[in-house]
């Protein structure tokens, strides 16, 4: 049975890549996209996440999401991902529309008619899972998980104490990690360690699919970027929550109560883990088999265009 999921992405980098692995695997149901704001503004996301959908042949619906962040002023991550929020592709004139019911409503929805069945996937700023938890407080006790991207027990990658993702949007991490919904935090502590080495470039710059020009062509820019930021190569981050509903036996996980700085300055959108004292802890991947999450990316692209 394919676990039904909601992609809730900010389309840069690694995005496109968690859009292509839940694509192309048998055991994910993509049921719908939302776009949200942060890799770029939201109206570059859209697109972003369109022309993706369009060029490997995704017929799910795509929805815009959050524009802005609940509370703080909008940061992007322009430096990463370029002024387009994906560099390096080339796409064809676009043609797949966003639909006109807002992407916060679609997910509340879709929620509410699969009760137990909805794994929310959030790739980006927490914001609209954040808006759909205040706006159906049910939410939380509806949906089958919560597999993110974003947060750290350790350094952060936006300032020495944050993660982007979470610093982004705070104010929405708190919202969701403190909801009681089942999370699965999937941080800089394990997506780090599943990077786009020189190796496995190369072998993915032998494919010649529409699908695989568009990865390697994204991940040159992605490389090249990391490189200049200090990182010698590109990490899967978003792809690793992906992975986890596909196969969760990839990962390691360890139980944490996560909390969100939100008042401090310096240390502003800071995730820190302590020990266990609730019902609802919240499970944070520390280790991943590299080379399984590999071969689910391979068979992602044996059937997409």
Not at 102 to 108: L, N, R, T
Not at 192 to 216: C, H, P, T, W
């Amino acid at each position: 049975m394919a676990e039904k999921i909601i992609l809730d992405v900010d389309t840069g980098q690694d995005d496109m890549v968690a859009i292509v692995m839940a694509s192309g695997l048998a055991e994910i149901e993509l049921m719908g996209l939302v776009a949200t704001a942060g890799n770029q503004v939201r109206e570059k996301t859209l697109k972003n996440t369109l022309q993706v959908c369009e060029l490997i042949g995704e017929a799910a619906p795509v929805f815009a999401g959050m524009d802005r962040p609940l509370l703080r002023n909008q940061v992007v991550g322009g430096d990463i991902h370029g002024e387009s929020g994906l560099e390096g592709p080339i796409f064809p004139p676009l043609t797949k529309t966003a639909e006109k019911l807002h992407g916060v409503q679609f997910i509340i929805d879709t929620v509410r008619a699969h009760p137990h069945e909805i794994s929310l996937v959030p790739t980006g700023p927490l914001t609209d899972i954040a808006m759909a938890i205040r706006l159906e407080p049910a939410l939380p006790q509806l949906v089958k998980q919560i597999v993110l991207m974003g947060g750290s027990l350790g350094k952060g990658n936006r300032t020495p104490y944050a993660e982007f993702n979470i610093y982004a949007d705070p104010e929405a991490a708190a919202i969701v990690f403190s909801s009681g919904a089942p999370v699965v935090m999937m941080g800089l502590d394990v997506t780090l360690k599943v990077q786009l080495d020189e190796i496995q470039a190369a072998r993915y710059g032998q494919l010649s699919s529409k699908s695989a020009g568009m990865f390697n062509a994204s991940m040159a820019c992605y490389r090249d970027a990391c490189r200049r930021h200090g990182s010698d190569y590109p990490a899967m981050h978003d792809p690793c929550c992906v992975a986890y509903v596909a196969d969760p036996s990839l990962f390691t996980l360890k139980p944490y109560e996560i909390t969100v700085e939100l008042h401090d300055r310096e240390t502003y959108g800071k995730t820190t883990g302590s020990p266990v004292v609730s019902d609802h802890p919240i499970l944070v991947g520390i280790d991943a088999d590299e080379e399984k999450f590999w071969q689910l990316l391979d068979r992602s692209f044996a059937v997409l265009p």
